[in-house]
DNA sequence: CGTGACCTTGAATTAGCTCAATGACGGTGG
DNA sequence: CCACCGTCATTGAGCTAATTCAAGGTCACG
């Protein structure tokens, strides 16, 4: 399935033209919800404002996969709502998510002329689309949007490297602690109350994806620190951490 | 061990002033190895003078760490010469290699302020290093050095994505075959001849921690890849490999 | 209230790890 | 020149963390 299909169609409660018609004048960017994050936060209304026209908003379903590795990179994407997940497969249905990525994130920058992964949305997503084209002339229009892009690029790199020591070289339940506390840390950000709560948009398979493991694990593993009362479990995806930092010190591999 | 002791001292053989009389004139820049490689192949001559007066040469021995995880990002680096291991470590002595680079290879785009990773010398390395803030200086006089940057940034990011495929769910062998068939890539870069032969400067501990698998087990690996007639072992660090096409459909996982 | 997707738990299996022994190689000093 | 030593690589034997296979349980939704 190619992306151009995939963004092009089936996207049948957002018409393009609509679509198109509502950023005119760069109302849709000022006022938008990621004005002050991700790559629009480097940019003055000005600049915004032609970065309005190359962008085309629209609305993903839940589930929906909107890029297919290998395929042709034509467009590069802005998440203003919902939750993203990005992986990579093996011929055989083997799995890697290389992240969840959310609103702010920008979406495009591990490519040569082809995706290096897909994507799919885990809820409803909302995000801005741009023409890979289109999207390069105006960053070399605007420096700064050129160096706001190297600054996401070197964070995902950290991240990146983050992952592989967890994947390499941590066990399941420092997988899980690290996982857990880097979804607080997203959260929360700076520091993390006690008692810190979760809502988890992706299942047990995806952060089993995630972490390098099985669904089983990661539940046994879930189950073990419930047991410890490192964790509580409610209804839903909603997971508590009583005492964050304890999570931590698992995470960090020191003990 | 902070770097700039690791960098400021410690080059008996190659005394300081001495590098940077070198370095007048551009024309050790012009004249340099990597010349047409790396971040210098995005500068002409006059903005490459600019590069070279806030460059100096350094040679690290065999076995030197000269980057520290999380120590002050006071630097960048590029390599000119040899090769370089990038790694994080667990407290417990855990060890990622996140990964083998080499000649042309710009340090530095993993970081916040502080260092992502440790770098250690594996063979005689020869680099440049600039400080960071001289460099974002130039960088911002030439918008063709962000660009390319980003560029490395972003080819970085594929291979990190790879990598975290590899250590998430490949076998291993899988992961061996997928690591000598990526050094035949850098080697031999488009196609790779039959028989293809190479000789790697890592030790199989450097491999297991890239890997993320034992010694032994990189060694039994190996082993059995003998054993089928897929590659065949010389002296000291030398793999050659009859048939690289079926390396390559191993490293894929398609069988 | 039936159905399907997701989660949890248990039992058995296994890929890769740990521990241990031996071998190959290269440098160093007598 | 060769004996010694340390580092690195290989191989074997047994172990274990995580997987696979299997069975229920929970929940949302039509």
């Given at each position: 399935m ?15 033209r ?36 190359a ?13 297919e ?10 998440i203003?709502s ?52 289109r ?39 420092e ?35 995630f ?8 539940s ?6 419930r ?6 479990t ?22």
């Open positions: 190619s992306v151009s299909a995939l963004t092009a169609g089936n996207i049948p409660s957002y018409p393009r609509i679509v198109i018609a509502g950023m005119d004048g760069c109302q849709a960017c000022s006022v938008c919800e990621v004005r002050a994050h991700g790559i629009c936060s480097a940019l003055n209304d000005d600049e915004l404002a032609q970065l309005a026209k962008a085309v908003r629209v609305t993903i379903p839940p589930g929906r996969q909107f890029i590795e290998d395929s042709d990179a034509g467009e590069f994407f802005n203003t919902g939750t993203v997940k990005l992986f990579k497969s093996l011929p055989d249905g083997r799995r890697q998510i290389m992240g969840f990525v959310g609103i702010g994130h920008f979406l495009g920058l591990a490519v040569s002329d082809r995706y290096a992964f897909s994507a799919e949305a885990i809820d409803q997503v909302r995000l801005c689309r741009f023409s890979r084209e999207l390069e002339t105006i960053i070399d229009e605007f420096p700064r949007l050129e160096r706001r892009l190297r600054n996401e690029a070197a964070n995902e790199l950290v991240a990146a490297q983050d992952q592989m020591l967890l994947l390499g070289r941590k066990t399941a339940r997988r899980v602690a690290s996982f857990l506390y880097g979804q607080m840390v997203e959260r929360y950000s700076d520091d993390i109350p006690r008692n810190a709560r979760l809502i988890f948009p992706m299942t047990r398979a995806d952060i089993a994806d972490l390098g493991l099985t669904v089983e694990t990661v046994r593993t879930i189950s073990g620190l047991r410890e009362g490192l964790v509580t409610g209804a839903g995806h909603e997971i508590s951490v009583p005492t964050p930092s304890r999570l931590q010190t698992i995470a960090r591999g020191e003990e």
